[in-house]
């Protein structure tokens, strides 16, 4: 009788050190069983549609960024611009995150030309006024006189605009897309900058976007 329970323990043990191993091995890969591929921002990927994607965001704002750095404006400069960006426009059926193409615009400028060019943050500006209120008061600190603004203003605006068309038939889908920017003048509204990219895809199926 000792015998039998101490095999029946032995099996209960090696059961549970399996079923161990088993669970641990789920939890390594994903709860569903299919594992994910990690890929570059740039790279095509095998879930893929006629639409927007982040290969053609990289690629298209590179491209722009390269090309804002080599205008005189920028090169020839002889104090540091300020630029503001405005918001995009949209008008392909693709209800992507829009934005995401002057932010990335913005940081590579930041990181390649520094000491050259300015951004100023606008998105802050309640927020900053709202501290100055609070330097005014005096419910705060304040290293300078709270009563000077000192916000700057913009030199130029920084803006793009994304076009496209589809064709749909029993065939698939086409899709074209237009990426255009522009940088304009803040005093003269005179755009001295503009360049584009355009990418057509074309596919058997559609997919979805958000």
Request: hydrophobic share 40%.
């Amino acid at each position: 009788m000792k015998t039998t329970s101490r095999s029946l323990l032995g099996g209960l043990a090696a059961a549970t050190a399996v079923l161990a191993g088993c669970a641990t091995d789920a939890g390594v890969r994903d709860p569903a069983g299919v594992p994910v591929t990690e890929m570059r921002p740039d790279e095509r990927g095998f879930v893929a549609g006629t639409g927007i994607e982040s290969q053609d965001m990289v690629a298209v704002t590179d491209q722009m960024a390269r090309s804002i750095l080599a205008i005189p404006e920028i090169q020839r400069a002889t104090t540091r611009p300020y630029v503001v960006l405005e918001p995009v426009v949209n008008n392909t059926r693709f209800p992507i995150n829009k934005d995401i193409f002057l932010t990335r615009i913005r940081t590579q400028l930041n990181a390649r030309a520094t000491g050259r060019i300015s951004f100023l943050d606008r998105d802050m500006m309640r927020t900053l006024e709202r501290e100055r209120a609070l330097k005014q008061s005096g419910q705060v600190t304040a290293s300078a006189d709270p009563n000077v603004v000192e916000f700057r203003g913009a030199d130029y605006f920084l803006t793009g605009k994304l076009d496209g068309m589809t064709t749909r038939t029993s065939a698939g889908t086409s899709d074209y897309v237009l990426y255009s920017f522009r940088l304009t003048n803040a005093r003269t509204s005179e755009i001295v900058w503009e360049d584009s990219a355009e990418i057509k895809k074309q596919g058997l199926e559609d997919a979805a976007y958000r």
